[in-house]
């Protein structure tokens, strides 16, 4: 059982429910196509992804992005069961779309940079501390079906 | 993944951008990285406060940016370049090389929250790659 502190809930809440999720989801799918340019394996369907401009300006990269952010909602909204909350969704990574964990991290580091990036001096070291703990416990459940 | 000249470039003109406030970034990301990455705190129990004003990590900050910066300009032999800092961090600090990736990211964190126009996606590559590529040159002497 993962133990949040007020800070941590109250900072999870606050942060999430002012986010521009599609603009946020954008932004960190296309900043980890770049930056992590091998996590295009998952997205041959995808079309162009020949460079930054062409990835950022995707249509599909654009649209998946906020199905990802949209999938953080669950773990938003179940902190306190966020294993249970994300069985299906771990299911499905392993099983059907056989994504190597260590992408979870590429992009959930990715994410905390456009956060970052979007709040500022309000993205202080303890709401960093917070966001990526948060972060943390979802992509352990998510991989919590992998075998 | 080694720097591309287009790589050196980017990195160059980007930390021109950074200039005087190189300093505050490197303060920030070891104060991000004390408080986001506890464990980090073990190599300075030396200290005698290790909170985010401190003397310590504002001096510090500056020692470590100091370096990467410098080595900002040796992007074309960081093996060369580094070896007496790597021999000081094999040898005498002993510092496990998995910490040069976490102070990495939270080098990029400071860079994100107080240059958000500027560190876009293609800064942000070719950034990683530059601290990658030193986070290996430092650990050249290990073993």
């Given at each position: 059982m993962v133990e949040w502190t007020e800070f941590e809930r109250a900072t999870i809440q606050d942060i999430f429910s002012k986010m521009d999720y599609e603009s946020v989801g954008h932004n960190a799918l296309t900043r980890c196509l770049v930056v992590?340019?091998?996590?295009?394996r998952y997205f041959a369907?995808?079309?162009?992804?020949?460079?930054a401009a062409a990835i950022a300006g995707n249509p599909l990269v654009a649209a998946h992005g906020a199905v990802v952010l949209r999938g953080l909602d669950k773990a938003v909204k179940n902190m306190d069961n966020i294993k249970a909350a994300y069985a299906e969704l771990s299911v499905l990574h392993s099983?059907?779309?056989?994504?190597?964990?260590d992408n979870f991290r590429l992009l959930a580091d990715c994410l905390t940079i456009v956060v970052a990036a979007r709040l500022?001096?309000?993205?202080?070291p303890d709401v960093q501390a917070a966001f990526q703990k948060f972060l943390a416990v979802v992509i352990s459940a998510l991989t919590k079906q992998y075998h | 993944m080694s720097l591309t000249a287009k790589d050196k470039a980017v990195v160059k003109a980007f930390w021109g951008k950074i200039g005087g406030k190189a300093d505050a970034i490197g303060q920030e990301a070891l104060a991000r990285m004390f408080i986001a990455?506890?464990?980090?705190k073990t190599y300075f129990a030396h200290w005698p406060d290790l909170s985010p004003g401190s003397e310590s990590v504002k001096k510090h900050g500056k020692t470590v940016i100091g370096a990467i910066t410098a080595a900002v300009e040796k992007m074309d032999d960081l093996i060369g370049g580094l070896s007496s800092l790597s021999d000081l961090h094999a040898?005498?600090?002993?510092?496990?090389?998995g910490n040069f990736k976490i102070l990495s990211h939270n080098i990029l964190v400071a860079l994100a929250v107080n240059f958000p126009g500027d560190f876009t996606p293609e800064v942000h590559v070719s950034v990683d790659k530059f601290l990658a590529a030193l986070s290996a040159a430092l650990a050249d002497k290990y073993r």
């Open positions: 992590y340019p091998w996590t295009q369907k995808f079309g162009n992804l020949y460079n099983e059907k779309l056989h994504v190597d964990p500022g001096s309000g993205f202080t | 990455y506890p464990q980090t040898f005498k600090l002993r510092v496990d090389p």
